[in-house]
């Protein structure tokens, strides 16, 4: 058996471990909103129709902030249809996903069913179809305490305090050819500077993100980056990243290896970034917002929307991706590859929550249960406390046809330094023979072993289904022993693990 020897310490710190780093993203898409988080008729709705079982997954998962209502839906979306009265709320047309948007759950009642989660709201704005005013109006709507139109609408619609919502997203995608207004870099660039501008106007305390690429094969990415940011680097925080892998062809080498894709997209746009810095003399530095990332079969059945013109359904089962074992180890080594980036990526937001490409899924009047990304997610975000910390990693490689030779295993850790907790995140990626890793922890101090998780399946094509929902989940690491300041562990092949250790003495 191979060793590979890692060495952790809490003298390489990368950054604070943020909350955001751990949010959501809920889309009008699909059964995501009407069958998902909502089921008025569902034995375990409560009296607003919201199922209480769903809401203690999403509790369970560790969701901080959540991206609301799109995702490519925003860019043909009105949000005043989205308030007041539900009786006259407009049944809509929803181009980007071929289906019929009720608006019966709209802005007031998601924060409701966010105040029930427990979750921060980021509201993105429609700069695809609609723009400044627009923005500014939702803004005014949402943030301001009262004494206006606007923010008494608000108030009469059953809101007496603001929402305050802190974190705003300037468009969704934008570079992309599929979205509604799709703009060139340069149009976009100047539309979302000035809208930017005017939302400042109104509340220079929010936060504004910015749309960077869809994704870092995008034919623009870097490109798109540099002129977007040219035109809006005084007036945003943070610039977007979003990437969906997937297993092409059986390529399961390269697939195990996508975090080598996630950790270059973010070392591209922060250098573009900070390129856009210097030459403008500013010492001011723009962080990322990942807010897409995940497993995505975007090619497979369940993503094929209706097309015909008399086809327009309400909740159409969309996009629901059902996870393997192997799906939720890459899954993890995402994660992983967010912590080593904790310097930088200042939010990121999982896409999707329930049943859209999502860790939670539902059947109406029927069960929910976690598929297998459940697993990595809650413990990564329940586990990781502190400030990130890099770790060292001397392992063998993998050839494989997309990224060349990659690590076998990728590693990152985190540290609390007033509790003493740490936390060890791995992945293995080779898909043959286990791996012995040996974790230098001296510099901890002395430490113990509190929990271990481990994620692996002798077919790792297993998943968790309606009838099966429990067949893939985590279990202890079995064999782990601390000797000498080394950490011993035995990883199988294609596997996901977390460990945590606290000071002792
Ligand atoms: O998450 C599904 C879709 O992926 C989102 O609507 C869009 O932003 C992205 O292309």
């Known amino acids: ?3 590979a020897r890692l060495t952790v310490d ?5 950054g604070a471990v943020r909350r955001r780093l751990f949010g959501g993203f809920v889309e009008h898409l699909g059964r995501h909103v009407y069958d998902g988080i909502y089921e008025p008729s569902h034995p375990e709705a409560d009296e607003q129709g919201f199922r209480t079982d769903v809401l203690e997954l999403v509790r369970e998962l560790g969701v901080s902030m959540i991206r609301y209502p799109g995702g490519n839906f925003v860019s043909g979306f009105r949000w005043e249809d989205s308030v007041g009265p539900r009786d006259q709320r407009p049944r809509r047309l929803d181009l980007a996903w071929h289906s019929t948007e009720t608006n019966e759950v709209g802005l007031h009642e998601f924060v409701d069913w966010l105040d029930k989660a427990g979750g921060e709201l980021m509201l993105a704005v429609n700069l695809g179809t609609r723009g400044t ?3 500014i109006d939702l803004l005014e709507y949402s943030n301001l305490p009262g004494g206006t139109t606007l923010s008494q609408r608000r108030i009469d619609n059953g809101r007496e305090a603001p929402f305050d919502v802190r974190v705003w997203c300037l468009g969704n995608e934008m570079d992309g050819p599929w979205q509604l207004g799709h703009r060139s870099a340069d149009d976009y660039g100047t539309l979302a500077a000035r809208t930017a501008k005017g939302m400042r106007q109104l509340d220079p305390t929010i936060e504004l993100v910015v749309c960077g690429s869809s994704g870092a094969q995008m034919p623009t990415f870097g490109e798109w980056e540099r002129i977007v940011l040219t035109h809006a680097y005084d007036d945003v925080d943070m610039i977007s990243c979003h990437a969906y892998y997937q297993e092409h062809d059986g390529d399961i080498d390269s697939f195990l290896a996508s975090s080598v894709d996630t950790d270059h997209f973010i070392d591209t746009v922060v250098a573009t970034a900070d390129h856009v810095g210097a030459v403008r003399g500013s010492s001011k530095r723009i962080d990322i917002s990942f807010d897409e990332w995940n497993v995505w079969y975007m090619d497979r059945v369940a993503s094929e929307k209706p097309t015909a013109i008399d086809d327009w359904p309400v909740a159409p089962r969309l996009l629901e991706d059902v996870y393997s074992a192997v799906d939720a180890v890459v899954f993890g080594s995402l994660l992983i590859s967010l912590l080593k980036h904790a310097d930088r990526v200042a939010s990121a937001s999982l896409a999707q929550l329930v049943n859209v490409i999502a860790p939670i899924m539902t059947e109406p009047g ?4 976690r598929q297998t990304t459940f697993y990595p997610f809650s ?3 329940r586990l990781a406390r502190g400030e990130a910390l890099r770790v060292q990693v001397e392992a063998g490689a993998i050839d494989t046809a997309k990224y060349g030779a990659v690590p076998a295993v990728d590693a990152v850790a985190t540290h609390d330094t007033e509790t003493g907790a740490a936390a060890l995140f791995l992945v293995h990626r080779g898909r043959v023979e286990p ?7 001296s510099g901890f101090g002395a430490v113990e072993l509190v929990e271990t998780h481990l994620l692996h399946d002798g077919d790792p094509y297993a998943r968790n289904t309606l009838e099966y929902p429990d067949r893939v989940r985590t279990r202890p690491l079995e ?4 000797e000498d300041g080394v950490l011993h562990a035995t990883l199988p092949p294609i596997s996901w693990a977390a460990l945590a250790l606290r000071r002792v003495g």
């Open 479 to 482: 064999g782990v022993r601390i």
């Open 366 to 369: 029927g069960p929910s249960w």
């Open 10 to 14: 809490a003298r390489f710190p990368i």
């Open 435 to 441: 791996i012995e890793v040996a974790v230098d922890v």
């Open 133 to 135: 005013l627009e923005a």
């Open 379 to 381: 413990i990564t975000s």
């Open 1 to 3: 058996m191979t060793t």
